[in-house]
């Protein structure tokens, strides 16, 4: 394979002096070198043809047997030495201490038209950081992981990428609902693409154990190849990159409201420091609008990490990282500022994505209200989230709310439920919505392709994830491609794919996979 290597992160930061990788604490180094399980018998399910053109190289190549045993851990590139990242994190709110990569092994970077991109074999194997678990990863939640990320790129949302999909031939032990009753599941291997994996623990990790030399080296590190439009190391830079990192992290859950789409394990290990949505775990796609869902069992008590609380837990996050890197600033008023105006930007941003949502090209003082009484409806009625914006478009300007009502009907779950009441407050909205839509000049046509351009028309739901895992368990990959062709474009109608256009099946609803899902993958 012809892939040019770099080697940046190993040979600029700190490596842990002890090589083999058995489960410890490991202090002021920011990665552990490590040697990659060799699985028993790779087999190439899937790839992504896109992120294989980024890397450089070519259909055929991917054929190669070189391919999959390069990228299942089988086989290492020649000049580049895996490596696990190390970093600690708050998980559900508590201080969780150290964690690292403790199933992620980053092969090395690769340059490619002027671009350097990690790639990260996730479920290859145990590494320092594996603590009590084994290392691997199940095919299950690495087609949903390989899945999700191209479809959140295809969206339009900043994520990592995936190449690839491989089956390692080894059998992989888990209880699913940690119940008591584990199983033996497919093993997998993907490997995920991103300009970089570092997060905001990678720099609480360092924090916290008062070894202020390395967190400035990676800092710096950090500013240097990610954002370079910050020239400086010194005070004055690292606010600047707080305040970088603060509007990617806003700019990315925006993203994340606007589609519907809930992480499910917002811990501050799972914050990339670049803004992209990473860790697909037991993350879920909002089916009838709740703002109180999350998919993830383990957080079924206190739903921390449901749709609606994502913008506040991602500031809480950033007061996290605000305390890393104060001692590098030793001035608590500007974070605080940073971290003070976050709420404020992220209500204008949210606005602003919900006017498009809505097809608003303009702005008005009541807008903010239209939006609420909206999502209070959505919620109401049980509504599909993904199926009431693509319809809303459909709408003509000079209909009554009665016809424009009509037009949605079909995205309520309950169906039967939406009797006198109810109706009333959506023909109130219509009205409201109405009224607005005739002051504004765009025609209807205008306002259909710029809303059909910001309301996806197919979504990765839950089920859809589910039922390719249940073929693939079976060896039956179409599903997979299929899935990941159609997610390539979301945002156009495909009518030989209409019936993925459609509510949640009656049988996913409280099914484990579909709207329940742990965090054993
Ligand atoms: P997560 O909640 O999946 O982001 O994982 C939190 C931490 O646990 C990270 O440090 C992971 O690397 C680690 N981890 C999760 N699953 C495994 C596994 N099967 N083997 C080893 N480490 C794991
Ligand atoms: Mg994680």
């Not at 291997?189 to 609480?204: D, L, M």
């Amino acid at each position: 394979m012809n892939l040019k290597v770099n080697n940046r992160f190993i040979a600029e930061l700190p490596a842990d002096s002890n090589e083999t990788n058995v489960p410890r604490q490991v202090k002021n180094a920011c990665f552990s070198y490590v040697i990659p399980r060799i699985p028993s018998n790779p087999k190439l399910i899937h790839y992504t043809e896109e992120v294989l053109k980024l890397l450089g190289l070519s259909k055929e190549e991917a054929q190669s047997a070189e391919f999959k045993n390069v990228f299942s851990g089988k086989e290492v590139l020649t000049n580049t030495r895996p490596y696990s990242m190390s970093y600690a994190g708050h998980q559900f709110g508590n201080w969780a201490g150290q964690l690292g990569d403790g199933r992620a092994i980053i092969l090395t970077e690769i340059e490619n038209d002027q671009q350097t991109y990690t790639l990260q074999l996730k479920g290859a194997g145990l590494t320092p950081y594996s603590r009590g678990a084994d290392g691997l990863a199940v095919l299950r939640s690495s087609i949903r992981e390989h899945l999700c990320s191209e479809a959140m790129f295809h969206l339009g949302v900043p994520t990592t990428r995936s190449l690839s999909l491989i089956l390692t031939g080894d059998q992989v032990l888990r209880d699913v609902m940690y119940d008591g009753h584990p199983d033996y599941e497919k093993g997998a291997v993907v490997c995920r693409v991103a300009p970089s994996f570092i997060r905001f623990g990678n720099f609480e990790l360092f924090a916290s154990q008062n070894d202020l030399k390395t967190l400035k080296t990676l800092t710096d590190f950090t500013v240097k190849y990610h954002f370079p439009e910050i020239k400086e190391t010194n005070k004055e830079s690292y606010i600047q990159f707080f305040q970088e990192v603060a509007n990617k992290t806003r700019e990315m859950i925006v993203h994340w409201q606007r589609v519907g789409f809930v992480h499910g394990v917002m811990n501050t290990d799972n914050m990339s420091i670049l803004g992209l949505t990473i860790d697909y775990g037991p993350y879920g796609w909002l089916e009838d609008y709740n703002p109180n869902w999350t998919p993830n069992t383990t957080d079924r008590e206190n739903r921390r990490y449901r749709f609606g609380n994502q913008p506040e837990i991602a500031l809480w996050n950033l007061y996290q990282l605000a305390n890393a890197l104060y001692p590098l600033i030793e001035e608590a008023a500007p974070l605080e500022s940073i971290l003070n105006s976050f709420q404020n930007n992220y209500e204008v941003d949210y606005d602003n994505m919900m006017r498009n949502k809505l097809g608003l090209f303009t702005k008005e003082e009541n807008d903010n209200q239209l939006i609420h009484l909206l999502t209070d409806n959505l919620q109401q009625t049980e509504t599909d989230m993904t199926i009431f914006f693509r319809k809303l478009s459909q709408i003509k300007k000079t209909e009554s709310e009665q016809d424009a009502f009509y037009h949605i009907t079909d995205s309520f779950y309950k169906i039967n439920e939406v009797k006198d009441q109810l109706k009333e407050t959506w023909l109130y909205w219509f009205t409201q919505y109405l009224n607005r839509l005739r002051q504004e000049e765009a025609t209807d046509a205008d306002r259909k392709k710029a809303m059909d351009a910001v309301n996806p028309k197919y979504v990765l739901r839950n089920y859809m994830s589910q039922l390719a895992i249940e073929a693939a368990e079976k060896e039956d990959y179409s599903l997979i491609e299929e899935l990941h062709l159609l997610l390539k474009n979301p945002y156009q109608e495909q009518p030989q794919s209409e019936k993925w256009f459609a509510k949640r099946p009656d049988w996913a609803r409280e099914k484990i996979g579909s709207s329940m899902l742990s965090c054993s993958s």
